[in-house]
Structure formats: C-alpha cells, structure tokens
C-alpha cells in the first residue's frame, strides 16, 4: 500500500484548471518532492491530498484511505503545513504546541515540539513577539512533534535564513529517520535534490518528469535538478 | 479534549487587550454618566441649604417659613433687608440662593393683594448640574402657596379641601383585557421602561457583541493564516463550528455582561426609587416564566452566532471582518427599535411579520408577551427561533466542507 495514491487528478476553479490529470504515489517512509515554478499547481495538489480543497476528477487515497469518503480518518494520519502558515499570536509557543496536541493521542508531544522548536526559553514567549524564522520553526515542529505517518509540507524553508533553512531540512531529514513519509513541494531545485527520494517535475498543472534526482541529472546529463527542470520544460 | 481546547484557545484570542480596553472605557463612562445623572437627582431631592430674610411679622409669612424649612436648611436667618448684601458676600458658597419675604407680605394677602416672594439664586455655573437646583424652589412655591389659600378659605368656615381639590381623578387601565386600577398608562409606560428598553437594548448589545466576536474570530484565522492548519487537524467540521461558537458566546457574553452592569447602572440613574409593585396588579412573571425568557436569549445569541460563522466565511481578515458585522447590527436594532415604541399586537401585519421573522425579536418581546401571559407567541417565537438556528449550523457545517474557506468560492 502506498501512503499517498494520485490518479488522474483533475482541480478546475471555474473554467481554469489548475490540475490536469495528475497520477503518481508516495511509498512510505521517503521523502517525496512535487517541484515546479509557482503556479504549476503544487499547492493545490497539496492542499487536496491534505483534505482542504475537493477533488474535481480522479481519485486520491491516503494509506488506503479515500480522499472524498475518509476524509477525518486522512487527517488523523496527516499533519499539515501551509506554504503563508501562522500561528495564534496571543499564546505562547508551548501554549500552541499544546493546543495542537490536544487533537492528537500520544505522551510527550509538548516536549517533543519544544525539542525540535529549539527556542530556548523564548518557547515561553508570545508568539507575536517571534521573528518569521521562529515561528517557521515553531511550525514545523507542530507539524512533525506528532510523528504523523505522513507530513506534508508546502515550502517547508520559505523566507527562512540559510541557518534556519538547514536547520529545517536536517528536523525533516531525522523525522523520516522515525517513520515519518513526507510529501513535500517546492521551487528550490537545490534543497529537493538534497531531501528528496524522488520527486515530480509540475508544469501548468501537469506532470512533465519524475524519478529520483540522481537519476534524472543522469538522464538529462544535468549538473543539478534546476538544469533537469530547464531541460525538460525546453 | 480537542473541543474544549478549540474553546479555550478562541476565548484566549479574542480576549487581548484591543477587545478589553474599549469595554472597559465603554463601561467607564456609563458608570460615570450614571454617577453625574444621580447626583443631579439626589441634588434636586436633598434639602438645600438657603438663607432666609423675612421682614413679615404676619401669620402668612410664618406658614411660609414652617413650608420653606420642611424643605431646606436655612443656614442664615434675618429679618432686614438690609442683610441681604451681607449674606451674599459671606454665604455665596455655601447657600444655594436667599428667600426673601417683604414687610407687606401678610398685609397684602390680608387685603386680597398679591403677595411676592423674592429669590436670589447664587448660581455657580451654567453646566447642567450647576442649574438644577433651582427646581427645588417650584416644590416649596406650590406648597407655600396652597397652604395659603387653604388658610385663607377656611378663615371664611369653607372646607378648603372641597375649594382647592373639588374633582377626584380614579383611573382604570384597560391593557390585554386586564383592568389596572389607580396606574394611568403613562405610569404604566415607566413602570414598564425595562420591558420596552432595557430589555431589548441589552439584546442587542448581547447579540452585537457575541456576533462581533465569531465574525472577528474567523477573519483572524485567515488574517494570521492558521486556518488551514485548523482545518487539517483531526476534529469534524462540526466541531470547529460548535467551538468557534461556544467560544465567541462565551467572550461575548462576558463582555455583554460587563457592559450591561454599566449601562444599568447609568439607566438607574434616571429611575425613580419609589415603584409601585407590578405584582399587585397581576403583572409579574413566574420561575417559568423566566425559564422561557432564559431559553429565548440562549436560541436567539446561538442563531445570531451560527448566521456569524456563515457570514465570517466573507471576512478575508479582521478589517473586514468588522464591516460584516454590519447586517447583523441591522439586524439587532430594527427590533430593538420597533419593540421600544410599538407593542407587537398594536403594529401592521407587515411590520409584524418582519417582527417574527428576525430571530433577535424574539427575547426582546418575550417578557412583555409573559407578563400578559401570551404564552403561544413566547412558544413559537422559541420554536422558529431553534429551526432558524439549526439550519444556519448546518448551513455553516455544509460551508466549512466546501473549498469556500480555502478559495473563496464555493464548489461541491
């Protein structure tokens, strides 16, 4: 069984259409990168298999699960992570994290979050008060302190600093290392062929490549994915 | 566990200190309105303190002064004119003004003359409450006065009584098919003043403020973008309503509260302490009765909440959210002003279906209808008004299903 199973996935708003026909699956435990510019459709392909928007055409299931039928099953196995995501200003950050949990069954979530958080005591502090690279931080530690059988993150570093952006990449990197399936979108080419498995290339709302970035730099005799995207957009 | 953490979380967002502090000075100046009205009223009450030169020896001028010291403190007596100067100088501070009764008062009245009373009012400002005391003087006139005349009759062997107050007045209301005796419907009217507009103001400040509250909640969740984390989490839809709700409800219902305490009290400052008890007329309402009003507030505030939650799906942050108030706002002062002026048996048919149909009029009407014991309105207004809030919920529920919150439109 595949975590994720995309099968002629159509979005229309209106007359435009965002997603054309999308098919492809995520295998448990791997990261799995959906890459393209802004615009290709990532986000809403994300915010489908993550139960947010409805599904036009064709057919997603999570871990079995039917995206138009299960959809409260989905998000108990699911955590999210919006691209513009933010949190409750007013509470602190452990009051968030517990807030979070609060949703999910398990010991030590809080600590845990605080853990990957890293915030020092400022975890302790309004929200309001953080820099944009704290709450990033924050988060994501919401979103993997649950250990969730598969998170989906949509840029997971945007807007972050290059040491925050590392720091994220290496939480995402030690989460999969427990069991955690990410499926993950994003438009820098350098940090997908870093984290990814596997990875699709999306182009106006289709799928033009996919396989894993090494791979694919054979195949298009490219020095990084960025090229391979070049390449196959032509 | 998740649901009573959603509440716990939407009453620590709204909570902040930009929603506290305009209620606190709300309720600031409510409570000091109410203080500078009740004092102007106790000061029209009080007995003032006076100076008094009379230069009469006659007995009309001593009915005079038995009148005048029932109603005032005279903190300086004198019987010159010549006094008056002096008591202007060291009194001005402490007397409100200096009655003065002329030499000739008695004789006058003795020989069918007008007889004058003189007053200087030492008056200390033109503010509302600097000018008021002068009122006081009316009241002691109009007794001065009649206790005169009944003098003067009765010096001729006539009952005075049968000269000053020939006529009787004995009046019977007649409101609903209850006859109220010896309460004329102006009495009525102020005995009723929190039937007709305490009751539906406070509604209205209840069904504004709660409202405000869902509606300013959901554009903060897109403002601060943390609804589509909400929406992934693992809690039904429902839930997510139900819990905005309970949350705002429970904010709004604090704030209310804080705001009626003051606005009653500035209302109390303008009441009258001595009531006639409604009960001795049949006008009073029972534990039931109150139950039924309870059950009417509760439908109305949650259909007010549920009709928010669809309307704060439009918020796209918290400014606007603030504009979306407005058809509710509309919608809680239409009642509330056609209860405060018409009773809802004596409007057209068009303004009373109307009436009925905006949930809010329902507890603004409830007690009136009670008191009369019009239990079927009460009944059906609590009826249409639970249907009415049902259908919003799952109108809200159905919403929070679609991509509407997401995109911005709704589709299946």
């Known amino acids: ?234 | 566990m998740s649901f009573f953490s959603l509440v716990k979380k939407e009453i620590k967002e709204l909570l902040t200190p930009s929603t506290i502090l305009p209620m606190i000075i709300t309720v600031f100046l409510f409570v000091a309105l109410g203080n500078a009205f009740g004092n102007i009223a106790e000061e029209v009450e009080k007995k003032q303190d006076i100076g008094l030169i009379n230069c009469d020896n006659g007995i009309f001028s001593d009915i005079a002064v038995q009148e005048i010291e029932k109603f005032a403190n005279i903190k300086y007596e004198g019987k010159d004119e010549g006094e008056i100067d002096k008591v202007l100088n060291e009194f001005k501070d402490k007397i409100i003004c200096i009655i003065f009764i002329p030499s000739n008062f008695s004789e006058n009245i003795d020989s069918s003359k007008q007889a004058e009373i003189k007053i200087y009012w030492l008056v200390k400002g033109l503010g509302l409450g600097d000018i008021v005391s002068s009122a006081f003087f009316d009241n002691v006139f109009a007794t001065i006065s009649n206790k005169i005349s009944s003098e003067i009759i009765e010096k001729n062997g006539i009952n005075s009584t049968n000269v000053l107050l020939p006529l009787a007045k004995r009046e019977i209301t007649i409101l609903k098919n209850n006859e109220i005796e010896g309460i004329s419907p102006q009495m009525l009217s102020n005995f009723l003043y929190s039937q007709s507009v305490t009751i539906p103001i406070v509604m209205m400040i209840i069904i504004m403020m709660s409202g405000g509250m869902v509606i300013s909640s959901m554009g903060m969740e897109k403002e601060n973008k943390t609804l589509e984390t909400l929406l992934t989490l693992p809690i039904r839809r429902s839930e997510i309503v139900v819990g905005k709700i309970t949350g705002s409800a429970v904010v709004g219902l604090m704030m209310a509260t804080i705001y009626m305490i003051g606005f009653g009290y500035y209302i109390n400052s303008f009441q009258a302490s001595s009531q006639i008890k409604l009960a001795d007329y049949g006008l009073n309402l029972s534990g039931y009765d109150y139950l039924l009003i309870a059950l009417s507030v509760f439908l109305a505030l949650t259909s007010a909440l549920a009709m928010c939650v669809v309307l704060g799906v439009f918020a796209k942050n918290y400014k606007s959210a603030q504009t979306l108030t407005l058809p509710l706002s509309m919608l809680a002062l239409i009642p509330m002003f056609l209860i405060m002026f018409k009773d809802f048996e004596t409007m057209p048919a068009l303004l009373k279906i109307i009436l009925f149909i905006i949930p809010f009029s329902h507890p603004m009407m409830a007690s009136r209808f009670l008191l009369f014991n019009n239990y079927f309105m009460v009944i059906a207004g609590i009826a249409y008004v639970a249907i009415f809030s049902i259908i919003f919920m799952l109108i809200a529920v159905k919403i929070f299903n679609t991509d509407k919150l997401i995109t911005g439109t709704i589709r299946k």
């Open chain 1, 1 to 234: 069984m595949h975590a994720v199973d995309v099968k002629n996935l159509v979005k229309r708003y209106g007359k435009i259409e965002a997603v054309k026909g999308v098919t492809f699956h995520v295998d448990e435990g791997e990261i799995f990168g959906l890459i393209g510019p802004n615009g290709a459709g990532k986000t809403t392909i994300i915010r489908i298999i993550s139960t947010l928007l409805k599904i036009t055409e064709g057919s997603v299931n999570v871990f079995g699960y039917d995206i138009n039928r299960d959809a409260n099953e989905i998000r108990k196995l699911i955590s999210y992570l919006p691209e513009e995501a933010g949190a409750y200003k007013n509470l602190t950050g452990r009051e968030y994290l517990r807030f979070i949990s609060s949703f999910f069954d398990g010991n030590d979530l809080v600590e845990r979050g605080v853990e990957i958080a890293n915030l020092g005591k400022r975890i302790d502090d309004k929200i309001e008060t953080y820099s944009k690279g704290m709450t990033r931080r924050l988060l994501v530690a919401r979103a993997l302190m649950n250990k969730p059988k598969l998170a989906i993150l949509d840029e997971p570093t945007a807007g972050l600093d290059v040491i925050n952006a590392q720091e994220v990449r290496r939480i995402i990197k030690e989460s999969v290392r427990e069991g955690v399936t990410v499926l993950l979108s994003s438009h820098n080419m350098l940090e997908v062929e870093f984290l990814c498995d596997r990875i699709v290339l999306i182009d106006s709302g289709r799928i033009v490549e996919e396989g894993e970035p090494l791979k694919l730099k054979e195949k298009y005799d490219a020095r990084n994915i960025e090229e391979v995207f070049v390449k196959v957009i032509g």
